[in-house]
Nanobody
Framework: QVQLAESGGGSVQSGGSLRLSCAAS????????MAWFRQVPGKEREGVAS???????RYADSVKGRVTISHDKAKQTVYLQMVNLKPEDTASYYC????????????????????WGQGTQVTVSL
């Protein structure tokens, strides 16, 4: 099975940028659907961006145009580039993976995924 480890979180001011990384180990993530989720205390985990095994990407409406999911196969790392960050982007961000295809309606649904990282905190201040 694949193990995931996020990094790159931090504190930025509104309008700033961050790039989160998700390093996969234990098993290649080829053939997996990869995604980024975020969660604030007391709220359900929210899908941010996903990438199918064929490279198709999808984004939540709340981040479209500000977020890009990408990957580097050689480094076995998935990235989440975030620009023009807003205070409402403040959350713990999690990387997730699931082997095989996911129904297109479920790619940003947290319980469609089997493997999770430990999360990295992003804090955006005014």
């Amino acid at each position: 099975q694949v193990q995931l480890a996020e990094s790159g979180g931090g504190s930025v001011q509104s309008g700033g940028s961050l790039r989160l990384s998700c390093a996969a180990s234990g098993h290649s993530y080829s053939g997996y659907c990869m995604a980024w989720f975020r969660q604030v205390p007391g709220k359900e985990r929210e899908g941010v961006a996903s990438m199918d095994s064929d490279g198709t990407t999808r984004y939540a409406d709340s981040v479209k145009g500000r977020v890009t999911i990408s990957h580097d196969k050689a480094k076995q790392t998935v990235y989440l580039q975030m620009v023009n960050l807003k205070p409402e982007d403040t959350a713990s961000y999690y990387c997730a993976a699931r082997f095989g295809a996911i129904n297109v309606n479920d790619v940003l649904v947290w319980d469609a995924y089997d493997y999770w990282g430990q999360g990295t905190q992003v804090t955006v201040s005014l």
